[in-house]
């Protein structure tokens, strides 16, 4: 049995055993620095702990952790993808799997998407995209894709990258924020985008 299956195994195990939707939530670079202590000079604390009670709030099982310092982002995708399956395996249908990456964790989410190409599969990337990513032309999306971005951030529209999927992205849509708290919002357990992303976990395409 892979680590990646032990660990998701393990997951399991402490998850409510009613729960019809899975989230899969990758957080931003700034905890793999810094921990979940860590005080950003301009951001401030991410809320990390606030994000995941909020989906499972809305009553999703939510599956996380807090990545090691300089995690390979590529190599994690793996990872992330080895889990999905293993949770696929157990019978949850690929439409009941949303995977949500802000920052960093929105990079490896799209890699997970191209590694798993899987139609029905549900993808949120928050804040994560941009020149750096449209310079690799080895990442590809399958399934149903959200983004969201803010205004005043660096990381905006991925409408680029979308532009170059052809039919591989089942429903796409792009939401615009406008906090005025640059790449802050996504450290922050903010409804402005956690309602949206809990929307898209629930299939509303709308």
């Known amino acids: 049995m892979s680590s990646a299956t032990l660990l998701l195994c393990f997951i399991l195990l402490s998850l409510p055993t009613q729960a019809q939707r899975y989230i899969f939530f990758l957080h931003n670079k700034f905890i793999e620095e810094a921990g979940l202590d860590g005080v950003h000079p301009e951001y401030g604390k991410a809320e990390y702990h606030a994000i995941l009670d909020s989906f499972r709030k809305k009553g999703f099982a939510v599956i996380s952790e807090v990545r090691p310092k300089n995690t390979d982002g590529i190599?994690?995708?793996?990872?992330?993808?080895?889990?999905?399956?293993?949770?696929?395996?157990?019978?949850?249908?690929?439409?009941?799997?949303?995977?949500?990456?802000?920052?960093?964790?929105?990079?490896?989410?799209?890699?997970?998407?191209?590694?798993?190409?899987?139609?029905?599969?549900?993808?949120?990337?928050?804040?994560?995209?941009?020149?750096?990513?449209?310079?690799?032309?080895?990442?590809?999306?399958?399934?149903?894709?959200?983004?969201?971005?803010?205004?005043?951030?660096?990381?905006?529209?991925?409408?680029?990258?979308?532009?170059?999927?052809?039919?591989?992205?089942?429903?796409?849509?792009?939401?615009?924020?406008?906090?005025?708290m640059k790449h802050g919002f996504l450290y922050k357990a903010l409804p402005q985008w956690i309602a949206p992303a809990a929307k898209w976990a629930n299939q509303q395409y709308d």
């Open 75 to 180: 190599a994690y995708a793996r990872k992330v993808a080895g889990q999905v399956d293993s949770l696929r395996q157990t019978g949850v249908k690929a439409s009941q799997i949303t995977i949500i990456g802000t920052s960093k964790g929105g990079y490896i989410a799209q890699h997970a998407s191209g590694l798993l190409k899987k139609n029905h599969l549900n993808f949120v990337f928050i804040g994560s995209c941009g020149e750096y990513l449209e310079e690799e032309p080895d990442v590809k999306w399958y399934g149903n894709v959200l983004s969201i971005y803010e205004n005043s951030d660096q990381w905006l529209s991925c409408e680029k990258m979308k532009n170059r999927q052809g039919n591989n992205v089942t429903h796409y849509k792009e939401i615009e924020l406008n906090t005025g």
